[in-house]
Each structure stands twice: as structure tokens, then as C-alpha cells.
């Protein structure tokens, strides 16, 4: 278990095997709470607004819509749509 001091301005510092081990670096955040045995320090990822709204706007480009055939009953899309997803996985998983 690693010391860490509490400093001028309530600054702490990690040790750098805590640091290694988490992929923290200057200016990273972590999240602190307040658990039954101490404090409990989470990295967390932060991502600005906007920069999160233009991928998924760039993610939205790439769907291409797949209706399922009009001519086909309820039973038949659904069947259909099953083996979408199966095929989806499949791939995704070889």
C-alpha cells in the first residue's frame, strides 16, 4: 500500500506505479467518494461536448438504412431482421 501526503491547496500525489498502472497522466481526472473505508479514487474519461456530438454525428453517416421488405408479413421481417443480427454477430465475433 502506497503513503500519499496531502499538500498545500489539498494536492496529492499519485506514485508512479499507481500512475503506470492506470494510465494516469498531468491533467487526467479521477473521481472521488466517499466510501465506508476511506475515500475511493476512480479514473474517469472526460470528453469535451462537442467534440463527443461531431463522432456521433460521424457514427450516424456510416447507418444505412434496411428497411424490411414491405411486401413481407410481420412474421417475415421479423425473421428477417433475426437474421441481420445473426449475421451481425457472426462477423463481428470471427
Not at 20 to 31: A, I, P, S, W
Not at 33 to 55: H, M, N, Q, S, Y
Amino acid at each position: 500500500m502506497a503513503l500519499v501526503k496531502v499538500k498545500r491547496f489539498a494536492q496529492v500525489t499519485l506514485p508512479p506505479d499507481l500512475r503506470k498502472r492506470f494510465n494516469l497522466t498531468e491533467g487526467d481526472y479521477l473521481e472521488a467518494e466517499a466510501v465506508k473505508e476511506g475515500i475511493l479514487l476512480k479514473p474517469v474519461t472526460v470528453i469535451e461536448r462537442e467534440r463527443a456530438w461531431d463522432k456521433v454525428f460521424g457514427a450516424m453517416k456510416s447507418v444505412k438504412d434496411r428497411k424490411p421488405n414491405r411486401k413481407q408479413g410481420p412474421k417475415e421481417q421479423e425473421e428477417e431482421i433475426a437474421s441481420w443480427i445473426k449475421d451481425f454477430r457472426k462477423k463481428r465475433h470471427a
